[in-house]
């Protein structure tokens, strides 16, 4: 998804959005070309107060989604059913990504 905001709000070509993420070309274009596949369609963006940094997504740790889950959980203070219903992912999904990305980052 983020891959995917990038290239057709941002305006980032596949290599800027590979150094921003700090993942290689290769993976940029394979999970370009799958979200096409899925959504075919540029994302229709409303307003926000939430602020996400691109730079909690460069950590190679942790995977895209965990780095996002920590990020709104610890920094913002999100709960996990907040968190949950803004990414329209299941509260399990979240809960489990949470509690496996804590150790990588101890």
């Not at 940094?53 to 996990?80: A, C, H, N, Q």
Request: charged content about 25%; some cysteine.
């Amino acid at each position: 998804m983020i891959v995917k905001y990038l290239k057709e709000n941002c305006k980032k070509t596949l290599h800027e959005i590979a150094v921003l993420l700090n993942r290689n070309d290769r993976t940029i274009w394979s999970t370009y070309n799958n979200s096409i596949k899925k959504q075919d369609t540029p994302f229709m963006i409303s307003p926000t107060d939430i602020f996400i940094p691109l730079t909690i997504f460069s950590s190679r740790t942790d995977s895209v989604l965990e780095s996002l889950i920590i990020y709104l959980k610890d920094k913002l203070g999100f709960s996990f059913s907040q968190i949950s219903n803004l990414l329209i992912k299941d509260y399990q999904t979240i809960y489990t990504s949470y509690k496996r990305a804590i150790p990588k980052n101890e």
